[in-house]
């Protein structure tokens, strides 16, 4: 019960760390879940402050990288694709693929047509497309987002003792 109590402590950010580590004002995160796509916990003490966890500041991360690119609204149709077709919504374990304004999404699971390459899939695009220079980038989430919130943490954080923040990951 310690142990469990002890975890879930440490798995919990106020929106200010929340903030400092994701680079997000408060008010963006206070929008991101206004159109539900993050959904932070809330401990019945009367405060009803919102915590997030380790896995949200990295889809929050996910989320911020994505938005360089693309629109919020953009964002959102990624994320309502994945959910419609039965896909884990986490953006932040997922490599995903922009070409101007359509987004891919590289699936590595093996698929009905090739047990050896992975599927590549259109989570988002325009229903007419124009003729225009498409930029490639391809977002890793995971890895990057990973070892930049390592990085910010270690150097940004005056609240969290490091050595705890290390047994998160």
Not at 23 to 43: D, F, M, N, Q, W
Request: hydrophobic share 35%; net charge positive.
């Amino acid at each position: 019960m310690v142990m469990e109590k002890a975890n879930w402590l440490i798995n919990r950010f106020t929106r200010q760390e929340t903030a400092r580590l994701t680079g997000c004002t408060p008010s963006h995160l206070a929008y991101l879940e206004k159109v539900g796509l993050i959904t932070p916990h809330r401990v019945k003490d009367g405060s009803r402050q919102p915590f997030f966890s380790w896995d949200q500041l990295l889809e929050i991360r996910a989320i911020k990288s994505l938005r360089q690119r693309l629109s919020l609204q953009s964002v959102r149709k990624i994320v309502n694709f994945f959910t419609q077709h039965g896909y884990s919504y986490s953006l932040r374990d997922k490599q995903i693929v922009v070409v101007g304004y359509e987004a891919f999404w590289i699936n590595p699971e093996p698929s009905e047509f090739s047990s050896v390459f992975p599927s590549v899939i259109q989570v988002m695009g325009r229903e007419e497309p124009q003729i225009s220079q498409y930029h490639f980038i391809t977002l890793s989430l995971s890895t990057s987002i990973r070892r930049e919130m390592w990085r910010l943490a270690h150097n940004r954080s005056n609240v969290i003792e490091l050595e705890q923040f290390r047994d998160r990951g």
